[in-house]
């Protein structure tokens, strides 16, 4: 391959999302100028489990771990300046992704753009939700409802918009080994395509197929994660041909962007996580037939905190030096044809498909959350023993503990600390906004919905 056939980059995006809208707003479009390609939206605990940042079970969190977006004023600020028709936004939001698409898009129209053009990807996973991170509203079966529901809009309405990532990312993050990542991962792809096939034409359905991604984890054993990127892509492929009857090939390609692993990060010898970070890339961006189609990477402080805009810089600079110094993408595919890469990814392969077929057997993901949620701790608790136990070694915090004082840990710990007076101006911002609401026509709109939602 000669350099001027040289592969596109990846999307280079960093996760981030802090204190306000209006803070956010400027670390992104700050981010935007040091050449990062694409967005990606953390949200507050209070926007992801839908509660205003003034309600009372929001206390203490908003703005701590994301942006807390309320109404459509937030949203409006969070993008202030940034047009969105020219945007890859991902945002990982799960069970108010509805409602917060659905800011977006008016934000989107306000600013006078073509919403059938708009990029990007909502994350929409409930299932993950019961089985990791527990941030879910509804009960299974009515957020699979609402997965479909957004897909069924975003194919008519916001066509070249991905309605769903799949996670895999936080069931490794739960503790699964590869062979459970990928089966609960296409478990729930599969769950998710046996919603839709009813809603859209059968000459439709391929089409929506292609626009189901996945976002996905990749830990420090690089080679074994590598292998696991390659078998999704092989499964994936196997599923939509051989269940769906999807024969156009570019409809089951595997999409997937990535965060690579952060259960792995140390908060001892905190600086040997920027090692760990660029390694886990490896596995995600070598194989050029498992490349992934975005990338971000955490900083080297998040055990310790929230990192702060330089320590997100150094993390984008690995992307941009791996993509734009290196000559990784003027080759093809590294792997193709290596028989150990080709046996430890059939060994994947083999492993998943068992595990799905038992999960089918169980009437599938949504009936299977109890029994995937109990793996998943019986997992995780081997991992844990394995590092106790000293069987896994894990540099600075069973071996190699003697060291020199960090000079990247300050007297504040190295981390951005939230100003405490953020959550009363955002609540002091809300109350001014529902001021202004007219409250006639928001309970219309209110109790039209119900009557929506039931039909």
């Known amino acids: 391959m000669s350099v001027s056939q040289k592969d596109k980059p990846w999307l280079i995006r960093t996760y981030a999302g802090h204190s306000t809208a209006q803070a956010s707003n400027a670390l992104y479009r700050s981010n935007l100028t040091k050449g990062q390609t694409g967005l990606s939206v953390a949200f507050d605990l209070p926007t992801q489990t839908g509660y205003d940042s ?31 028709d020219q945007m890859n936004t991902s945002m990982t939001i799960n069970a108010t992704a509805p409602w917060l698409l659905a800011l977006y898009i008016a934000v989107a129209e306000e600013q006078g753009a073509d919403i059938a053009a708009l990029q990007g990807t909502v994350q929409n996973d409930l299932i993950k939700e019961y089985l990791s991170r527990g941030t879910y509203i509804c009960p299974p079966a009515p957020s699979l409802r609402m997965i479909a529901d957004v897909a069924e809009y975003c194919y008519t309405h916001v066509p070249r918009w991905n309605p769903m990532n799949v996670c895999s990312y936080h069931l490794q993050e739960a503790g699964a080994t590869p062979e459970q990542e990928l089966a609960f991962a296409l478990a729930t792809g599969i769950a998710v395509l046996d919603a839709l096939k009813p809603r859209v034409a059968v000459e439709d359905f391929p089409a929506l ?40 090939p570019k409809y089951r390609r595997f999409r ?41 990477l955490p900083a080297w402080n998040e055990a310790l905190g929230l990192p702060r805009p330089w320590d997100q810089q150094w993390s984008m600079r690995m992307q941009q030096i791996m993509a734009y110094e290196t000559d990784l993408l003027e080759y093809g595919d590294l792997f193709d044809g290596n028989p150990v890469v080709d046996a430890k990814v059939e060994e994947l392969k083999t492993g998943a498909r068992a595990e ?9 993901a949504i009936m299977a959350i109890d029994y ?84």
């Not at 001892?268 to 975005?294: D, F, G």
């Open 54 to 84: 003034d309600h009372v079970l929001a206390r203490g969190e908003v703005g701590k771990v994301g942006v807390p977006v309320s109404h459509l004023g937030d949203m409006r600020t969070l993008f202030q300046d940034i047009p969105l």
């Open 209 to 248: 197929c292609g626009r189901i991604s996945f976002f996905v984890n990749a830990g420090i054993r690089f080679v074994t994660e590598m292998c696991k990127m390659r078998a999704f892509v092989d499964l994936w492929d196997e599923i939509l041909e051989q269940r769906y009857g999807v024969e156009d």
């Open 256 to 296: 997937y962007g990535v965060q690579v692993n952060s259960l792995g990060l140390t908060e001892q010898q905190p600086e040997n996580n920027v090692y760990r970070i660029l390694i886990e890339m490896l596995a995600v961006t070598l194989s050029k037939r498992a490349r992934a189609r975005a990338v971000q």
């Open 356 to 364: 799905l077929a038992n999960l089918d057997s169980m009437g599938g």
């Open 372 to 455: 995937m949620k109990a793996r998943l701790v019986e997992a995780n608790a081997d991992r844990v023993g394995g590092i106790e136990r000293g069987e896994t070694t894990v540099v600075g915090v069973n071996r190699f503990t003697q060291t020199e004082p960090s000079p990247l840990v300050d007297e504040e710990g190295g981390i951005m600390v939230v100003d405490p007076a953020v959550e009363a101006d955002q609540i002091a911002r809300l109350t001014t906004g529902a001021a202004a609401v007219d409250g006639g026509g928001t309970g219309w709109s209110l109790a039209q919905l119900r009557v929506d939602a039931a039909a």
